[in-house]
């Protein structure tokens, strides 16, 4: 999916796109997998001085936790399973179908009917996802390989399998693998929350979240844990990743 044109007025845009200052290369005293809490803290720390602009959102929600996923088949496969649902819709379906297939591999996926993988609760669309994720696997795909790689890399590469859109191989990469600079510009509620923290007059579109979000470079995932944990703050309440409409 191509990133949406930007629309709006030039004032909007002007808010947007506004960069702080140029993003401070990666350092190996800060790895590319951010696997602990202190990595998370040590990446804040990192972003508020590259981008002041998040200071007051850092104050308001205390330090985003850490928040892992299982990677692998498994875990990108549970993703697919969510989009476009509620949380408690997405957990019985991912509960049937885990409970279904035990080990769930992709060889079984495979294997198995369409007509019993609709009654677990999958549409067409997601099984034929599925199945074209345990194709690449068979064809060689390899998860681990993801996390040696930067961001936008591993991003094409899973978007390359059929059914990958851009918000599920960011959502994996972010809380799968704990990549660090994944950032998923097209999630609503993080959408939300930059125009809750920036004080901006609209929600920004994708392309130009993405925009601003250059300057969080190489900690852009850090800096999306940071305002979906700004939004709970200010609503109230779980902002979980919501994918785009279709």
């Given at each position: 999916m191509n990133g949406p044109r930007c629309h709006g007025n030039s004032a909007m845009q002007g808010t947007v796109l506004t960069?702080?200052?140029s993003p401070?290369?990666?350092r190996p005293s800060m790895p590319a997998i951010i696997a602990t809490q202190a990595e998370v803290t040590a990446a804040l720390a990192r972003l508020v001085a590259a981008d002041p602009a998040l200071a007051p959102l850092l104050t308001t929600a205390g330090p985003p936790a850490l928040r892992r996923r299982p990677a692998g088949f498994p875990g990108l496969a549970a993703i697919v399973v969510s989009q476009q649902l509620s949380t408690a819709s997405a957990a019985a379906i991912w509960g049937r179908l885990s409970a279904a297939f035990d080990p769930f591999d992709p060889a079984a996926l495979r294997r198995?009917?369409?007509a019993k993988l609709q009654r677990i609760g999958l549409s067409g669309a997601k099984i034929r996802t599925?199945?074209?994720v345990s194709d690449a696997i068979t064809s060689g795909f390899d998860f681990d390989a993801?996390?040696?790689m930067p961001?936008?890399?591993a991003h094409a590469r899973l978007t390359a399998i059929h059914g990958i859109g851009p918000w599920t191989a960011d959502i994996y990469l972010l809380f799968c693998l704990g990549h660090a600079d994944a950032f998923p510009a097209g999630d609503l509620a993080l959408q939300e929350a930059a125009r809750l923290g920036f004080a901006l007059p609209r929600r920004p579109t994708a392309f130009e979240l993405t925009t601003r979000?250059?300057?969080w470079r190489p900690w852009r995932g850090v800096a999306a844990k940071l305002l979906w944990a700004y939004y709970r703050a200010v609503k109230g309440r779980e902002a979980v990743p919501v994918q785009p409409a279709k």
């Open positions: 960069r702080a200052r401070e290369p990666v198995a009917r369409a599925l199945r074209a993801l996390a040696a961001a936008d890399e979000a250059e300057v």
